[in-house]
């Protein structure tokens, strides 16, 4: 065993330094995957008056009369919603896309949405028709949908150990960086102006472009071609480009004792299927603690108010003295420093831990709020200063929330499920994201009406609850196998001794359906056989 781990340490070493096949493969996905949806909600911000007043114009030239304003605001309402819904829609098909697909298959797959949504857009200005843009961005959330879900398991099946949480933040960096180019390419002097906003609109074709240009040079994820496929030569192949030579041998044997637990657990419970459905997953009670645990995680980062606090900021930033015309200038700052916080935390990740940075993240964003409010209450009162504080709170919540929730919250379906319950398990936290997201949306400006300057109370309560649900659920994930996460579960639910009483006479406890997940955490699987990497290596040529 000993000379097993000193072989992990030197397979390490060994890959560390030639990683630019990794790098380069994460580009590729990102750019085509959580880009968009950071992209795709920055860009439709700027042209919100000439698109509104493309359809009173539209509807006048139809029926001879035009809109009343909280009519026009009602059809924006609905293109606004149609991102989200399209999302739902996208979320519950990533699971079945990326188990018949692929995961680069269907990243790939995913850009024809992305392009029809292009179309519509592009012709809608001479269709004379607001219903194409509605139907453009449904068909935009659906990409987004899915890029948000596949893109996540693509990284954590192809990233090496040491690098699994940095590789799986860079979804969150790259979701921030779509919001601030977003931002930029929107500005009047670019493509915000009245004539060009189809343009602006349709200009998420081009990262998608990208993508189908130079992803498909790049290999498929080794677990998905072993596990799924059952492809061992392509897994080999896959692997040694992924770690910039030849594959691990401890990595492969681990991915190779996965696919036999796998198939033992199939056998004995008479089912053919490789993957878990939904309902599979919430049917079954040894992975409810971790479904619970995600689903939470999920609903919150929505929920949180961090996409509220972008609704706020222009009125803050003309409150703080601020010319309106320079206001979408300050904006783009908002975006920086949600970008700027990804940044930090995918160097930090791998050092303080998923956990701390998650909860760390929602604490901070309770002060904030509370502060936010206070600033909110005293500006209205006319006290001095006020309105430079609540700009203040306005980046720093942004910045709370970069630092942990932002990209925690995808890595943890990748991390405490196998491969078996992963698609179900990001097909189910996907869907309550987008819901969430939906809501807030559409109950938000209700929440203003209702509560006026104590409107951020609401997201406060969810930061806390939060804080104190994660931080009695959810163990630390950074450097652990499934199977330690699993037992971190079990000590808080009582799991392990339900499963020991209902294990088969004569079962090895290291059999259990959960000892499938040590090759997800791409850590070493205590065994004494050292296989050589040199054989891998043969078997991939």
Known sequence: MNSKGDDEVEDTENSSGNTRTLALTVCSAAIGGTFQYGYNISIINSPTSHIQGFINDTYRERWGTGLDTPQVTLMWTFIVSAFSLGGLGGALLAGPMAVRCG???SLLLNNVFLFVGAVLVLTSRAAKSFEMILLARFFVGVNSGVSMNVQPMYFGESAPKHLRGAVAFSSAVFTAFGIFLGQVVGLTELLGSEPLWPYLLASNALPGMIQLLTLPWFPESPRYLLIDRGDKEACVRALGRLRGGEAPGWEMEEMLQEQRQQKSTASKSGSTAAAKTPWALFRDRDLRPQLRTVMAASSAMMLCGNDSIYFYASYIFLEAGIPPEKVQYAAIGTGASEFTAS???????????????????????????VVFTV????????????????MACVFAYILSFGIGPAGVTGILPAEIFDQAARPAAYMVAGSLMWISLLLVGMVFPFIVGGLGNY??????????VSVVFLGFSLPETKGRTLAEITAEFDKKNGGKKERERERPEGEEPGTEHYQLGKACSFTALEQDPDPEPGNEGNEGG
Not at 344 to 352: C, D, K
Not at 455 to 464: G, S, T
């Open 375 to 390: 600033a909110l209450t005293l500006q209205g009162r006319g006290v001095a200063g006020m309105p430079y504080l609540s």
């Open 455 to 464: 409107c951020f109370l609401p997201f406060f309560a969810v930061c806390v």
């Open 343 to 369: 940044i930090v935390s995918n160097l930090l990740i791998e050092r303080a831990g998923r956990r701390r940075l998650l909860l760390g993240g929602y604490s901070l964003m309770a002060v904030w709020a």
């Open 103 to 105: 995961r680069k298959n």
